[in-house]
């Protein structure tokens, strides 16, 4: 009865084997998955470094939406020159101010804040897409660790009934009913669960410290596991998933702004066939051949490159768009397999997860069975051990498969917004 209570233990972990998706799922007390997760995504490096590239490329685009202003212009100069009478000098000196203006930005300036703007919106949903990973990394970060306590408990467990079996074979040996060998095995068994479960606290001091360091947490306050709701069973078919990942996920959003901003580059790279034009004005006052001049000032400069790069930079924007949307095809592909596998895997982690409680159920009746009569004197020490080796491995694939349902579910959430 102590074998069985302690199924009845793991199965309180797991939160009963055979749950299904929607109701309760194994939790930490101290951190549910949705804190797990937002902790992650705020100590995650890659989301900082995402959103510092979202911060870079506004200042890109303030710097292209700014560029068509006029600037103001100024000049001093300073000279001699031959005075009035022989060998004499004057000083000439004359300071201009105005305003001018690029013809060329003007002409540019829609493309490039077009441009500029597209990076910016790519380089949002490419940090969307980080916040994505950092919370899938949390899913899995935290059932593992859930997993891991769960595996420990059980692995007492399992060591608190091996040793009931050991004190069975002495007594049995003692009173003359079975032979010391079967003490022997019965150490043997002992000294495994022993093993076993040393192995067990050490994985669970690793997987709980990488949840911690993840999170930010003290690991030593994930020791209790309670339950909290858990994501819903899945809503239509896969075709609908698929369907709503390719609208929604971020990683496509990004590559669609990306290929309308090298869109606009090549309208950009088109125009600089036209020569640059720069036009200023403003008024000028100073001293010529010693009298006093002021008055209005004008000029247009005009530079046209023989070279003409307007080929050359246009092919190379080109090529850039060409890259980008060979990615976004890619990327489409990619995220529907994902998709796909994920839609697979949640609903093959369901039944595995039935079908492992269930047989664990069946070997704890088998071990029960077996060890009634082992007591009665109808099995051998042999029995016993192999009936306890298919409880524990029935029992770990079940507290294994229950936590992976739970996973595989919360990663389909995660990458289907």
């Known amino acids: 009865m102590r074998a069985r209570r302690a199924v009845a233990l793991i199965a309180a972990l797991i939160a009963g084997a055979g749950a299904t998706p929607t109701r309760g799922v194994p939790a930490f007390a101290a951190l549910s998955l949705a804190g797990a997760e937002s902790t992650t995504i705020a100590r995650d490096v890659s989301v900082q470094e995402a959103y510092a590239v979202v911060a870079q490329r506004s200042a890109l685009l303030h710097l292209a939406r700014v560029r068509a202003y006029p600037h103001l212009v100024g000049d001093y100069s300073l000279s001699a020159q031959a005075g009035t009478t022989p060998n004499s000098t004057l000083e000439q000196h004359l300071l201009s101010v105005g305003a001018g203006i690029s013809l060329n930005d003007i002409l540019a300036s829609a493309q490039a804040t077009r441009s500029a703007a597209g990076d910016v919106l790519a380089s949002q949903r490419q940090a969307d897409a980080a916040v994505l990973a950092a919370r899938e990394r949390a899913v899995r970060l935290y059932y593992g660790a859930l997993s891991a306590v769960a595996l420990e408990t059980f692995r007492a467990a399992e060591l608190a009934g091996a040793l009931r079996d050991r004190n069975a074979a002495a007594l049995r040996a003692r009173s003359g009913e079975a032979p ?27 997987a709980i410290g990488a949840l911690a360091s993840a999170t930010g947490v003290e690991a030593a306050s994930l020791a209790t596991i309670t339950t909290e709701p858990g994501p819903p069973a899945t809503r239509g078919g896969v075709d609908a998933y698929v369907s709503r990942a390719l609208a929604q996920r971020p990683e496509i959003a990004a590559l669609m702004a990306l290929v309308a901003a090298r869109r606009a580059d090549v309208s950009l790279a088109k125009q600089s066939a036209l020569p640059s034009v720069t036009a200023s004005g403003g008024v000028q006052g100073g001293a010529d051949t010693g009298q006093p001049i002021h008055g209005s000032v004008a000029g247009v400069h005009v530079d046209l490159p023989l070279g003409s790069p307007a080929s050359s930079n246009t092919q190379i924007a080109r090529a850039q768009l060409d890259a980008v949307s060979a990615q976004l095809i890619d990327v489409r592909r990619t995220i529907a397999l994902e998709v796909a596998a994920a839609f697979g895997d ?24 077996v060890e009634l009569g082992y007591r009665e004197g109808a099995s051998s020490s042999l029995d016993v051990a192999d009936a306890r080796r298919t409880y524990v491995q029935a029992s770990v694939n079940a507290v294994v498969a229950e936590y992976l349902r739970a996973q595989a579910y919360a990663i389909l959430e995660v990458i289907v917004p």
């Open 180 to 206: 010391e060998l079967d003490v022997i095995r019965a150490d043997v068994t002992l000294e495994q669960a022993r093993a076993d479960l040393a192995l067990a606290a050490a994985q669970r001091v690793d």
């Open 346 to 369: 949640a609903h093959a982690a369901d039944a595995s997860a039935q079908a492992a409680a269930a047989a664990s159920e069946q070997a704890a009746r088998a071990l029960r069975a």
